[in-house]
């Protein structure tokens, strides 16, 4: 167990295996459309006429896995004014390391193919806000 400096306390889990449990979750916990493999990143995200949220996440994530349905939804609602793609920093690791990825779940919003802005864990107001502020 470690100490911030807050006195707020944490703890590591380690997986021998590399193999973190998926939460009791399916595999794929998302829409298939979202998902996003660096392959096909600048063409679907850097090269974007419309911002785009990334949401980087792992099965393993617990804050990631209670904002995949929020995630999903937002996709849905601002088709056609913004893009929605969920990348698997596991699967993905060297985009995520491009990125400055440090913690997730990392949402960014890129514009013209920059990122223009960062947050973490939100509820579906805040992420969708954080996404359509730069969609005018």
Same mark, same amino acid.
């Given at each position: 167990?470690?100490?911030?400096?807050?006195?707020?306390?944490?703890?590591?889990?380690? %997986?021998p295996n590399h193999n973190p449990p998926t939460l009791g979750v399916k595999e794929n916990?998302?829409?298939a459309d979202l998902a996003l493999a660096a392959t096909d990143f600048e063409a679907n995200v850097l090269k974007s006429d419309v911002p785009v949220l990334v #949401?980087? $996440?792992?099965? $393993?994530? &617990?804050?990631?896995?209670a904002i995949s349905p929020h995630?999903?939804?937002? +996709?849905?609602?601002? #088709? =056609?004014? +913004?893009?929605? %793609?969920?990348?698997d920093v596991d699967a993905? =690791? #060297?985009?995520?390391s491009d990125y400055g990825i440090?913690?997730? &779940? +990392?949402l960014l919003v890129f514009k #013209?193919?920059?990122?223009v802005d960062r947050m973490g864990f939100g509820s579906k107001d805040q992420i969708k806000n954080f996404l359509m502020q730069h969609a005018k």
């Open positions: 167990m470690f100490m911030t400096d807050t006195g707020h306390s944490f703890s590591f889990l380690v %997986y916990i998302m829409g #949401d980087f $996440w792992a099965t $393993w994530c &617990p804050p990631c896995v995630i999903e939804a937002i +996709a849905g609602e601002v #088709d =056609g004014q +913004a893009k929605v %793609y969920k990348v993905n =690791g #060297d985009l995520a440090m913690s997730i &779940p +990392a #013209d193919g920059k990122v």
